[in-house]
């Protein structure tokens, strides 16, 4: 049974960090593209960063030299370190393993709620 578990969200005030894990099991992140997704109220659910199995990365363009996506094989672990957060930023994260970029398809997690606010 595949299982992603996010963990690492809550309230940080603009301009602050958050990092964000992805614990997998039940399939080999090594071999999965990974993905980070957001869903904020009354939005579409939305892609904001994907890491291949070989190690290339895609971002959002709003999310770009802020956020990076990384991947501990041994932990079978997925990180989303965001920097700089903005109000917009708000929103639940979601955790994904096999989608390609944009695609609703693969493996879910529960989210994690991101909250930037004053």
């Known amino acids: 049974q595949v299982q992603l578990v996010e963990s690492g969200g809550g309230l940080v005030q603009p301009g602050g960090s958050l990092r964000l894990s992805c614990a997998v099991s039940g399939l080999f992140t090594a071999i999965y593209t990974m993905a980070w997704y957001r869903q904020a109220p009354g939005k579409e659910r939305e892609a904001v960063a994907l890491?291949?199995?070989?190690?290339?990365?895609i971002y959002a363009d709003s999310v770009k030299g802020r956020f990076t996506i990384s991947r501990d094989n041994a932990k079978n672990t997925v990180y989303l370190q965001m920097n700089s957060l903005k109000a917009e930023d708000t929103a639940v994260y979601y955790c994904?393993?096999?989608?390609?970029?944009?695609?609703?398809?693969?493996?879910w997690g529960q989210g994690t709620q991101v909250t930037v606010s004053s």
């Open positions: 890491v291949f199995s070989g190690g290339t990365t």
């Open positions: 994904n393993a096999g989608a390609t970029w944009g695609q609703l398809t693969g493996y």
